[in-house]
């Protein structure tokens, strides 16, 4: 039973001529001898109209409430789908996250996949040929409602070719793949045929918004082959892939932003063992995810310490900071709530040297100051002044040759 | 644990400032030391938006899907009114019909309830002080979705009282109880301390809209005390009870009437043994419901039979008699879209004679022509020509003196 899993997002879903688009595109895989697992989201800006429900009845929604409310949104979609697939003869039936089931923990809008019963699929995909699936939503072991999140049906969808051991995963969307670089601020942005897990999660955790990074981080962990295309072309998309299946290591794939950025330092504190500890604990213990740290040298037994945080972030960072100020120290706190993290990607810096000294090179050029540096395996970021955020971007892009990649055919998934 | 089931129609739970109002009456069981049980509907006029949201995906909406849709209407309202008893501090969860389960037939859309759960509500019920449970939904023993058709609600929450052996059901609705007849045409029309479930069965099923039928037929055969009243007010409303509890005897409970119906005869038909079969059994096999028949005095071997039918199955009705025309040697066929059919009902006509001798007198003083005339052991049915009908219902109302049936306080449910 050869079986592919596709998901349409809410743009993709959110009326009757958007349906018959979807109802389209999943002709041509039956047509193709698939059978098609649908994973549907809610209809645009209905788990927007829910939760605005929610909060004009309570000031704060439970949150397992709330769950149970914002399922109705898939539940409302993969039955009207499922409508029209029957009308047109073809044998399908909708499945919710409880029906399946799709197993999750108790973390309720945000709840993680622990278990799918791929027995039951396989059993309703002999009886069907589609089976319309509502995306988003799981259920704990005790059968609670539960949902997974912002951009959970790319999620549901990759677990579900993962169980299924699907030919592969396609996730269609408004967009048409993957980029080099947000063509919104860089006109010369390239679509990607290929692009591996690790480079789409470094992509995504910069604020790529095309796929929910856990589904990226599934995908990788069972090695589904995902397709990011859009609902609306029969343009092939962007590939992601393994690795050792990317073509050519090219030296970089993409250049990612991050506006949503702001910077703290705390100047002349102790330099002694422990004092970042001493800093970072409260603030995660507060849930602040601090970015990029840097640590100057110590100069007669004192330090500055510079970190980035959310923008979302910085007051309450500052007032926790403010009661740590006396233990460690700190004579000032100043802060930035306008800066910028730029990133380059490429699984290919692991073999190429000298990607960083290429990028330093072209923001000075155009004399843009670099605030911070952080560097992973295959990501080097540069905090740099949020004015020049859109410009580093572009040329960084022109630096690394993005523009002018060989496009090559994409095989057939 | 003394429990209470409380149901709360689509017009109660409409929005916001409703279910403020149910709140507080929940709240006020909640302080007589009871656990509640709280079987809510859709909010008024999302069962009808969703039906039409279907219709603008699909000609004829496939019944089962269409139960999956429906039911998002009640998970919507048991998901926002248990985040306001949350918000309260009041020990609530929802329950939607899976989870209880609710298990049903396969009707899709008139679904019956075979099974409920109790020991899985009674054990959620140590756990919490109120469960917000879904109404008009259930699942077959496959875990798909049903709907117990229009007015499903009730039967849920007499079906859940049933299972917890619950103290009373109380129907809370947008109207104060039953009335002895329509206070629309009649202003004399008062409202019943006590009613009979098989007097309100008569009532109902002659277009009495306040109880699905079936709820009460599932009370009477649980012994359930039903207890219909107004959510906004607290005045008491009217209680079903088993026919040894009504206080006394009374010879008339009230007078029901039908516009909807549709007289044909059938002149000169051969009377011979199994004529009425051969006119009723095809009325039959096409779904149409004959109520009231009388067949006259032979003449010749030949003689009329009249009956009725709802008013919409007039034409299908005349359509397949012009089929069987010949086969029954009917000379003629009549018919009148325009009668109408006045009921009146009591469980004293047991055991009062002359019934409906006072009714026919009394239709008779007004110059009130009587088509036909059915009873039961607690029915007379008269039929009469539709622009009657009004009149009649407040003559009779009248002649069995309903205005003035004395009033008794109605025991503290």
């Not at 697992?37 to 645009?44: D, E, H, I, N, R």
């Not at 299924?164 to 396609?170: G, N, P, Q, Y």
């Amino acid at each position: 039973m050869k079986t592919v899993v596709q998901k349409f997002g809410g743009s993709s879903v959110a009326d009757y001529e958007c349906m018959n688009r979807v109802l389209e595109q999943v002709s041509q895989r039956l047509r193709e001898g698939y059978k098609v697992v649908a994973v549907l989201s809610a209809m645009s800006g209905e788990t927007d109209r829910l939760l605005s429900l929610a909060r004009s009845f309570s000031d704060s929604p439970d949150p397992a409430e709330t769950d149970v409310l914002l399922a109705t949104g898939e539940q409302t979609s993969v039955a009207l789908f499922t409508m029209m697939l029957l009308d047109q003869g073809i044998k399908a039936r909708s499945l919710l996250g409880f029906q399946i089931p799709v197993h999750t923990d108790r973390s309720y809008g945000r709840a993680r996949i622990l278990d799918i019963d791929d027995e039951n699929l396989r059993s309703q995909l002999e009886d069907n040929d589609v089976l319309v699936v509502a995306g988003f939503q799981g259920c704990d072991f005790q059968q609670s409602l539960t949902t997974l999140g912002r951009g959970g049906s790319d999620t549901s969808a990759v677990a579900l070719a993962a169980a299924l051991d699907a030919s592969f995963c396609e996730i269609s969307t408004d967009v048409d793949g993957i980029y080099t670089t947000d063509p919104g601020i860089c006109s010369q942005a390239r679509k990607l045929q290929r692009i591996t897990y690790d480079e789409m999660l470094e992509m995504a955790s910069m604020g790529a918004k095309v796929l929910q990074i856990r589904s990226v981080e599934f995908a990788k962990k069972y090695g589904v082959t995902l397709h990011v295309r859009s609902t609306f072309s029969d343009e092939p998309g962007t590939l992601l892939v393994q690795e050792e299946e990317a073509m050519e290591s090219v030296m970089v794939s993409g250049i990612a932003y991050d506006k949503d950025q702001a910077r703290i330092t705390l100047g002349g504190v102790y330099d002694e063992p422990g004092i970042a500890a001493r800093v970072f604990e409260p603030l995660a213990s507060s849930g602040i995810v601090v970015d990029m740290i840097v640590q100057n040298p110590s100069r007669e037994g004192r330090t500055d310490l510079t970190f980035t945080v959310s923008r979302s972030n910085l007051d309450r960072t500052l007032e926790l900071i403010q009661g740590l100020k006396e233990k460690i120290g700190a004579r000032e706190v100043l802060h930035d709530p306008g800066v910028a993290k730029i990133s380059v990607i490429g699984v290919g810096m692991r073999s190429h040297s000298g990607v960083a000294a290429i990028a330093f090179k072209a923001l000075q050029a155009e004399g843009i100051n670099i605030l911070i540096i952080s560097t992973s395996e295959i990501k080097i970021s540069c905090l740099v002044e949020g004015k020049y955020a859109e410009l580093a971007v572009r040329v960084l892009h022109e630096a690394f040759g993005l523009d002018q990649t060989q496009t090559e055919p994409v095989r057939d998934t």
